[in-house]
C-alpha cells in the first residue's frame, strides 16, 4: 500500500549508515513513522530538520509495517530562523510535544494546520504568544479543550482574570477575586482582550510567562502525567529561555 501527504518533519533517528527512521505530521494520515534511504546523501542535506515541510510519500507490503518515505522539501523554516534563539526554541518545542504527545496513524488535521501556522508566526515579533496559542490547540487536539470566552461562573464576557483550574474555564474578575490564590491567571491576549496594563515589553512578558504557566499545568497534569510521558526538555528550555528574556527586559 501507499499514501501520498504533506507533512512537517517532527524527528529522526539513525539507522544504519545512510538510513534515518524519519516521523512526520501529515495532513491526512496524522503522525506517521518511516524509513528514508540515503538520508545522509548531498540531495538530502538540510531537507529533514524537525520543523521543515515536506511532500512524502510512503509505501510498504503491509499497512503495520514501517515502511519507507519518499521526501521532497517544501518549507525550510528551521533555515530562516536558525540565528533567531527563541523562535527556534519554540520550533524545537513544538516538534518534541507533538512527537510523544500524539498517538501514531490518527488524523488531526486541525493540528496540522495549526502547526503550519505556527510556523509561519515564529518568525514575527509575536512568535511567542503564537506559540502558546498553539499550546491551547494541543491541548483540545487531544480532548483537553480550554473555554476563554465567557465565565464559569457568572457567563460573562467581560474582564476574563482567571482560569479554573479544575475545569480549564475562565473566570471573571468579580467572581474570582475571591478564590484568587486557587485560579490560574488568564494573559488578555488569550481572553481576546486588551492588556490591562501599559503595553510595554516588560507587559508583553509577563502576559506569555503567565500563559507558559496556564498551559504548562493542563500540559503536566492532563498529558504528561495521564499518560506518564516524561517532561518534554524543548519545552523545558524555552520555558527557561522566556523567564531569562523577561528578567534582561526589566533591567
Not at 538530502?44 to 522539501?73: D, Y
Not at 518534541?96 to 514575527?124: D, F, I, N, Q
Not at 491541548?139 to 476563554?148: K, S, T, V
Not at 481576546?192 to 503536566?220: M, V
Request: aromatic share 8%.
Amino acid at each position: 500500500m501507499d499514501w501520498r501527504d504533506d507533512a512537517i518533519v517532527l524527528s529522526t533517528r539513525k539507522l544504519g549508515e545512510n538510513s534515518v527512521r524519519l516521523s512526520v505530521l501529515t495532513r491526512d494520515y496524522g503522525r506517521y513513522a518511516g524509513m528514508v534511504r540515503g538520508a545522509t546523501s548531498k540531495s538530502m542535506r538540510g531537507t529533514l530538520e524537525p520543523g521543515n515541510e515536506v511532500r512524502v510519500g510512503w509505501s510498504a507490503r503491509l499497512a503495520e509495517h514501517l515502511g519507507q518515505f519518499r521526501c521532497e522539501l517544501t518549507g525550510a523554516h528551521v533555515a530562516d530562523i536558525l540565528l533567531s534563539p527563541g523562535p527556534l526554541m519554540a520550533l524545537s518545542s513544538a516538534c518534541a510535544m507533538l512527537e510523544v504527545t500524539l498517538p501514531e496513524r490518527e488524523a488531526h488535521s486541525s493540528l496540522y494546520h495549526g502547526t503550519v501556522a505556527l510556523l509561519s508566526a515564529l518568525k514575527s515579533d509575536q512568535w511567542l504568544a503564537a506559540y502558546i496559542r498553539w499550546e491551547v490547540g494541543l491541548l483540545d487536539a487531544l480532548g483537553y479543550a480550554l473555554q476563554f470566552d465567557r465565565c464559569a461562573a457568572t457567563d460573562a464576557t467581560e474582564d476574563l482574570c482567571f482560569v479554573s483550574p479544575k475545569s480549564g474555564r475562565a473566570v471573571s474578575e468579580a467572581a474570582g477575586a475571591a478564590y484568587r490564590d486557587r485560579l490560574l491567571l488568564l494573559p488578555a491576549f488569550l481572553a481576546g482582550q486588551r492588556a490591562t496594563q501599559s503595553n510595554r515589553e516588560t507587559d508583553l512578558y509577563d502576559q506569555c510567562r503567565q500563559g507558559l504557566k496556564l498551559t504548562g499545568f493542563f500540559i503536566h497534569r492532563d498529558i504528561f502525567e495521564v499518560k506518564g510521558v516524561k517532561p518534554v526538555a524543548a519545552r523545558d528550555r524555552l520555558v527557561s529561555h522566556v523567564w531569562r528574556l523577561h528578567d534582561m527586559v526589566e533591567k
